[in-house]
């Protein structure tokens, strides 16, 4: 055996040397993934917020949709109740209806206008002023909601 005049920390020094340009390359590499990564996160986020953005509007034109059919039956409920009787119960409430099928059209007609930062805008006020109002829609609509899949599930069997 051949004795070798360089000490450990020669060689030490030479495994070190070898490994700054491939640890250089892997930090590189590992910085272009990165920004590959973020680039690809904010894509996703993008479509993400643009898919959302087209799904409230569809739904902001179903709601108003569905506000102005209710006004319709409110329309069709009050000519079933108009008697011709000007001091009825029925006129009265014949009146009733057909005021409260104004003001939902009216409310159908803003909601179809308004962009929808607008609607969040004003959802988010009407919460602020009045929480307890806030609370009973949330209520009655989590019921609705609640009765309508219990009613439209289940049928397979």
Do not use: Y
């Not at 209806?97 to 939902?104: L, P």
């Amino acid at each position: 055996m051949a004795a070798s005049n360089r000490t450990i920390t020669d060689l030490a020094d030479d495994v070190v040397g070898k490994a700054k340009p491939k640890a250089g390359k892997v930090k590189a590499d590992a910085d272009d993934l990165i920004v590959e990564a973020k680039e690809d996160i904010v894509e996703v986020g993008r479509k993400a917020g643009s898919s959302a953005k087209g799904a409230a509007a569809s739904g902001k034109e179903m709601a108003a949709n569905a506000v102005h059919g209710l006004a319709d039956a409110a329309r069709q409920m009050a000519e079933k109740l108009d008697d011709g009787k000007a001091d009825s119960s029925n006129a009265k409430a014949a009146e009733f209806a057909r005021k409260a099928a104004d003001g939902m059209d009216r409310f159908s007609a803003r909601l179809k206008q308004k962009e929808l930062d607008e609607i969040a805008d004003d959802a988010r006020s009407v919460v602020r002023e009045n929480p307890a109002i806030a609370v009973g829609a949330a209520a009655i609509i989590g019921f609705a909601l609640a009765r309508f899949l219990k009613s439209s599930g289940g049928r397979d069997a």
